[in-house]
């Protein structure tokens, strides 16, 4: 049996990106999220929508998930699963994550 076909049968970690909870890191997270995405084959449409709903993670963490002036740090975590990637937020609190949802109005959605 190949590697190959144990890979794509398996979860696979990408990136784990530690974050400063701060707003002027995360543009640069989320050009690499971008970048990975896309030479993992996704197409346009839902690596927009992944950066998108991975933003939105991201500045509630930033903005609601740390003390006022507290120095604190975050993971972005990018998986490889079977016929789909996920974005994840680790650190602090439970994590969240975010996995393609075929339906109309979001092709992306929240797990907890």
């Given at each position: 049996?190949?590697?190959?076909?144990?890979?794509?049968?398996?979860?696979?970690?990408?990136?784990?990106?530690?974050?400063?909870?701060?707003?002027?890191?995360?543009?640069?997270?989320?050009?690499?999220?971008?970048?990975?995405?896309?030479?993992?084959?996704?197409?346009?449409?839902?690596?927009?929508?992944?950066?998108?709903?991975?933003?939105?993670?991201?500045?509630?963490?930033?903005?609601?998930?740390?003390?006022?002036?507290?120095?604190?740090?975050?993971?972005?975590?990018l998986m490889?699963r079977p016929?789909?990637?996920?974005?994840?937020?680790?650190?602090?609190?439970?994590?969240?994550?975010?996995?393609?949802?075929?339906?109309?109005?979001r092709p992306?959605?929240?797990?907890?």
């Amino acid at each position: 049996m190949s590697g190959r076909s144990d890979e794509s049968s398996a979860e696979r970690l990408i990136a784990r990106l530690v974050l400063a909870a701060e707003r002027d890191y995360l543009t640069a997270a989320l050009a690499f999220l971008r970048e990975a995405a896309a030479r993992l084959g996704l197409s346009a449409a839902d690596i927009a929508a992944l950066a998108q709903a991975t933003e939105e993670v991201c500045l509630n963490v930033i903005e609601h998930g740390f003390e006022p002036g507290e120095s604190a740090s975050f993971d972005l975590v990018l998986m490889r699963r079977p016929g789909q990637l996920a974005a994840r937020r680790g650190g602090p609190g439970p994590a969240v994550r975010l996995e393609p949802d075929r339906g109309p109005a979001r092709p992306w959605h929240l797990l907890p």
